[in-house]
């Protein structure tokens, strides 16, 4: 059985948008979505409070699951190792839409230590941004709604001034739009072959060690 998990999140990707990269992922890969959930529990609930989330992966054995993003799961570094955890000891084949990246019980460890260090990574670099100004959510965008066809554009290898020339739109306000919503790191991995060498490399890249420079600036 094939499920897909979506959680909206307001300082991430909204269900619009992830079921759209969802689909275009299941289509390029000739998946289809036996069962799909979308789970409005407010976000900042823990794992222990979400129960319909925990009835259903509990309910998933040899299963396979498909979610846009690491976020998605949870905020919590502590709840989403507890969730993989569980998923891949019950083997659950877990896609990463916006990585391009699957991962089951035979994964290289540092794939899946890759995933959650990018998650973390994203956490900490949010909170401090976060710093001085309200917490807001992603406003929609009147490119939303081209968001296909931006997608199917940008795989077939078009630039953001032809994109933008298509759809007779400013370049600058739709090159801020690709980048606010990571659509060519998301087409990327929508472009490479199934645990793609070079997927599995960037998360592996991706993930920071502490420096003493950087703990001294922070207890400074």
Known sequence: MVVSY??????????????KMISAYCDRENLIIDKEMIDQTFQNKRITQRT?????FRSLHNDTLVVYDT??????????????SCLLRNGIEIHFVKQGIVIDRQSDTMVVLGLIDQLRQTIQSDDKK??????GSKSSSKFD???????RELKEGHNVSDIARHLDVSRSSLKDYIESRSLKELVR?????RNDEDAEAVIIGT???PSVEAIIEEHA
């Open 71 to 84: 976020w998605v799961l949870s905020t919590n570094i502590e709840d989403v190792i507890q969730m993989l």
């Open 130 to 135: 976060e710093i001085g100004r309200p917490k």
């Open 6 to 19: 979506i959680r909206p999140d307001k300082d991430f990707v909204n269900v619009v948008e992830q079921l």
């Open 52 to 56: 319909d989330v925990v009835t259903l």
């Open 189 to 193: 991995g929508m472009t490479l072959t």
């Open 207 to 209: 993930i920071k060690c």
């Open 145 to 151: 709604f081209f968001l296909e066809q931006i997608i």
